[in-house]
């Protein structure tokens, strides 16, 4: 299977701080201008290459081991992994190596340093 990787980090949760203001005849929809904070969160996505299925999940934290292990459970456990990732340092982390090594059945390709998607 070939799977396309990305992952999106530091994505702000905002949320308004009042509920949308109601809708009037000519009157556009109107919300508040200030917004709460709910911190941060990384999205990981794997996009099924052959099909469009998607992989994806929203973490507190930019650790790859977590993603690879939702891979590893949402695909076939007989199908070898062809991941086509980016150049990413976190990609190629001591923790993510170690990972590989138990996980044969992975395989990542690096697109060229530099390029875009």
Same mark, same amino acid.
């Given at each position: 299977m070939v799977l396309s990787v990305d992952e999106k980090?530091?994505i702000q949760a905002l949320d308004h701080s009042q ?38 999940e929203c973490q507190s934290r930019h650790r790859h081991?977590?993603? @690879?292990? /939702? +891979? ?6 007989? =199908?070898? @992994?062809? /991941? +086509? ?6 990609? =190629? ?25």
């Open positions: 980090s530091q509920p949308l203001l109601p809708l009037r005849p000519d009157q556009v929809e109107r919300h508040t201008h200030d917004y709460l904070r709910h911190g941060t969160t990384c999205l990981f996505a794997a996009l099924e290459i052959a099909n469009g299925k998607v992989i994806a081991q977590e993603f @690879l292990k /939702l +891979i590893d459970k949402q695909t076939p456990p007989d =199908k070898d @992994l062809h /991941l +086509i990732i980016d150049n990413y340092n976190t990609h =190629k982390h001591q923790k993510v190596k170690n990972w590989l090594k138990h996980h044969q059945r992975f395989y990542f390709h690096f697109t060229p340093t530099g390029s875009s998607w």
